[in-house]
């Protein structure tokens, strides 16, 4: 009998244990809730991108994401292309602009974090960067001309006018009396401008005494029209020919001596444009890369598209003309 009550009074005393337990773990999560009704509520407006600018763009380009709802706190706005956070450079309630990374693909979603809370996404065109060069590394070729095919000089060049030499990894020409040039022609290589589309020329030019070196830019079809940027002694030339070609100058935009400017100097020169008529030129020491001339031009009737190329005009006997380390981006 008193083994029966004794497990009485221990059924009765884990009754309670498990009552007590179980009060404890509904006051608990009584408390639980009473903690999280007490959490802040977050009442900040979703954010959203309205557009992006420009649509289509390029590694390295900047981008604004224009929209609303945006922080005004650049570390409390998280931007993703795709996955990949990139970092805010400017921002704004309703602007924030990033630097666009190098990413895989041909386009890429856009998101923006404000306030903990995650926008709309929006798909962003990636256009690539075409380059195009040559730094005549190769063998020397002794002096040819159009008549001689294919042309040793190299499969995307046309010689035009006058011969042209491979010397020591450079361009040569030393033709007296003869005003020549050859262009650069890939079915790839064209020099759209606007709309997204851009090109930068660069190449380093070297002319003797009283003769002219240049790079030719926006050549058309017709091997005659194009623009010409040349120097001989201290002046430098910006020309525009016309119909007829060489000589028929229908536009002198740049036509003046400068400072710093001297035979047998290797230049650097660099061409952009990326609005039609526009064009801003840059000639540089290539030896020291002090720039000596830097100035945009514009014409009321551009040639668009069309290839670059090299230009010399030997006014005396011998002379030396080089050209090396041509660079074209195109976009």
Request: with cysteine; proline share 5%; glycine share 8%.
């Amino acid at each position: 009998m008193k083994h029966t009550k004794d497990m009485k009074h221990s059924m009765i005393a884990n009754c309670g244990i498990r009552w007590t337990i179980g009060i404890a773990i509904l006051v608990a999560m009584l408390h639980a809730c009473s903690e999280e009704e007490k959490l802040p509520v977050n009442t900040a407006p979703i954010p959203r991108i309205i557009e992006l600018q420009p649509t289509n763009a390029a590694a390295g380009d900047r981008l604004s994401i224009i929209g609303i709802n945006f922080s005004e706190n650049a570390n409390e706005n998280e931007v993703k292309f795709n996955q990949q956070v990139v970092d805010v450079v400017a921002v704004s309630d309703t602007l924030i602009q990033v630097i666009v990374p190098e990413l895989p693909g041909n386009v890429v979603g856009v998101s923006v974090r404000s306030h903990g809370k995650i926008s709309n996404k929006r798909n962003l065109s990636l256009v690539r960067v075409k380059t195009f060069t040559d730094e005549f590394d190769r063998t020397d070729v002794p002096p040819v001309g159009s008549e001689t095919t294919p042309n040793p000089i190299g499969n995307n060049w046309q010689i035009v006018n006058g011969t042209f030499e491979l010397k020591g990894g450079a361009l040569f020409s030393q033709a007296g009396g003869a005003e020549s040039y050859m262009l650069y022609r890939d079915p790839d290589l064209v020099m759209n401008v606007g709309d997204g589309n851009y090109f930068k020329l660069s190449a380093t030019m070297k002319s003797s005494p009283e003769s002219f070196g240049g790079i030719i830019f926006n050549a058309q079809s017709d091997n005659k029209r194009f623009y010409l940027l040349r120097t001989t002694n201290n002046m430098l030339q910006l020309l525009k020919t016309g119909n007829n070609g060489l000589g028929h100058w229908v536009n002198i935009m740049i036509n003046e001596t400068f400072d710093g400017f001297a035979a047998n100097t290797n230049y650097q020169a660099e061409v952009t444009s990326s609005q039609p008529g526009r064009i801003t030129v840059k000639v540089s020491d290539a030896a020291t890369g002090g720039i000596l001339v830097e100035r945009t031009v514009e014409d009321p009737e551009p040639y668009l598209g069309g290839s670059p190329g090299f230009y010399y005009f030997g006014l005396a006997n011998p002379v030396d003309i080089s050209f090396d380390n041509l660079s074209v981006e195109v976009l």
